[in-house]
């Protein structure tokens, strides 16, 4: 890797939690590489990137946080207004997106940037912007859902890399549903016998697929729609330079060599960083940490505990919470539980925990169970020594972040390319069992108390356990010099570094 090659990339994720994250991490990788980073934002999200980009982060000084602002039914991304965020933000976003990279582009004076040098960690407003950085931007890597950055590329003449934080697979399924409506497939009845098929995939159900391939849906979301949206999701993906995926090589190869590798003209695999050199999260870290969720952890037996989150966005009933918990007490299994509070009836005040979960369960379970409603320290949970397992919703960074743990799964999916990847955890890479779950039907006590069991206490589950133990080398072993994950994130620097230079000959 051509070390301090002075390549400045502009950050642009998509205003999601689940976006965010990923892309703070690459940033703060790229910046361990001495590369500078311009990272912008809409503004509601300043503190939850600054809070992401300072934890356990020593190299502040190499990232700058430009923000703009947002109209505020654009700042919380329910499910009903998810698929109008993703590509069809309004419009003079995309100007003043355009407006910030513009300014960003304009040489730098040399004496200027002498008289600005960046704090730590640094930010400005796109009305104030000044770069912070001597060079101009020698790429752009936005979110899989911001396609139309492509346009700003285009339009500054600078190349744009997709950032795919989702599984591959789920990248190969979307690509599909332009055929499967064409030959009537989609939207398949909720009773259909016959199985979707795609190379390299077990065969999918209508109980797998994303709410928007179904029939009863189509209201909301016709079948042109879907080909319009995956007509998009191939321009964001599929256009040179290439596409960065959130995974090792190891992890997605099927879904890279069956399809994929056909239509992105470059691949790199770089997750899951969160295990990369700069940002390492080991064991005997944990200990000591002033965090409630930890503090409950190091009093518990070693894998005794199962960890419990259904992710930032989707926020289970109180039936099913309830469901849940009585599940839960009397399976007498050590859990964490993480909820998020519903809205209270007037959209904004939460409700009190205490109604949400059956009377007196909090007092009954106080020596094996913790229930948390902030926002928990999740990898750190995953990494520590008494977590044993992991109810998750498969969110995709969730997987990630439990395979790179080594901690086996519950699959509970609950949206869009959720159930993919719960199928891929049970049926493809056997590191998971899934709850017994129909469409969005309340799962009961009796089925709850039932996997919690299996996956905790039951001798059959020992597989899972070894396979995700296995599993967790191959993705560290990844990360390791020489492995995949490191290689192709040494390749993608070296492309920003010679891009750089060639910029710096006037030969770009
Ligand atoms: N997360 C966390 N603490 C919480 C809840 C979530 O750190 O209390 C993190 C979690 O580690 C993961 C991300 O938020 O990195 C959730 O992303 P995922 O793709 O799993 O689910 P989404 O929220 O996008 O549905």
């Excluded at 051509?2 to 990339?9: M, R």
């Excluded at 892309?23 to 809409?42: D, N, R």
């Excluded at 795919?164 to 697979?169: G, I, K, L, M, V």
Aim: glycine residues 6%.
């Amino acid at each position: 890797v051509v070390a301090g090659g002075g390549a400045h990339v502009v950050a642009f994720p998509f205003p999601a939690q689940g976006h965010i994250a990923p892309m703070v991490q690459l940033s703060k990788t790229l910046a361990s590489y001495g590369i500078a980073i311009t990272f912008i934002i809409a503004t509601p999200h300043l503190a939850s990137v600054r809070a992401l980009v300072e934890d356990s982060f020593e190299g502040h000084g190499k990232i700058q946080i430009i923000c703009f602002e947002i109209p505020p039914q654009y700042v919380n991304t329910d499910m009903h207004n998810f698929y109008d965020l993703m590509f069809y933000l309004p419009k003079n976003k995309h100007e003043v997106f355009a407006e910030i990279v513009q300014k960003l582009m304009a040489p730098q004076d040399v004496t200027a940037f002498n008289h600005h040098q960046p704090s730590p960690i640094s930010h400005s407003s796109s009305s104030t912007i000044g770069s912070f950085w001597f060079s101009s931007p020698v790429c752009i890597i936005s979110d899989m859902l911001l396609g139309w950055t492509q346009d700003t590329a285009t339009k500054f003449k600078i190349p744009r890399y997709c950032l795919y934080t989702c599984a591959a697979r789920s990248l190969s399924m979307i690509w599909h549903a332009t055929n499967w409506v064409a030959q009537g497939l989609i939207p398949m009845p909720l009773d259909a016998a016959k199985p979707l098929q795609i190379p390299g995939f077990p065969p999918l159900s209508p109980i797998d697929l994303p709410e928007v391939y179904l029939q009863g849906n189509e209201m909301k979301f016709p079948p042109q729609r879907l080909v319009d949206y995956a007509k998009k999701h191939k321009e964001a993906t599929g256009e040179p330079p290439g596409c960065l995926f959130w995974c090792s090589y190891q992890v997605a190869n099927d879904a890279l060599n069956v399809f994929l590798k056909l239509f992105v003209p470059t691949i790199f695999t770089i997750g899951p960083l969160l295990l990369t050199h700069n940002n390492k999260l080991e064991e005997s870290k944990v200990d000591g940490i002033d965090n409630d969720c930890l503090q409950f952890l190091n009093q518990q037996p070693r894998s005794s505990v199962l960890y419990i989150c259904f992710g930032t966005v989707f926020v289970l009933p109180t039936q099913q919470l309830n469901e849940l918990a009585m599940g839960l007490e009397t399976s007498g299994v050590r859990f964490l539980w993480v909820i998020r509070i519903p809205k209270g009836e007037d959209g904004n005040l939460a409700p009190e925990i205490a109604t949400l979960i059956p009377k007196g369960f909090m007092e009954r379970t106080k020596d094996k169970g913790l229930v948390y409603t902030s926002w928990a320290p999740q990898a750190q949970i995953l990494a520590h020594p008494a977590t044993g397992g992991f109810l998750t919703h498969c969110g995709w960074n969730s997987i990630m972040e439990s395979i790179s743990m080594g901690v086996p799964m519950i699959t509970w999916p609950l949206y869009a390319d959720q159930m993919l990847n719960g199928r891929f955890c049970v049926d493809v890479l056997n590191i998971a069992i899934a709850v017994d779950k129909k469409f969005k039907e309340i799962v009961g006590r009796k089925e709850v108390e039932r996997v919690v069991q299996l996956l905790m206490q039951d001798a059959t589950s020992n597989i899972v356990r070894k396979n995700a133990r296995e599993l967790k080398k191959v993705v560290r072993n990844a990360n390791e010099p020489g492995g995949s994950s490191r290689k192709s994130l040494d390749l993608f620097v070296d492309d920003l570094n010679a891009m750089t230079l060639l910029k710096k000959l006037n030969c770009l």
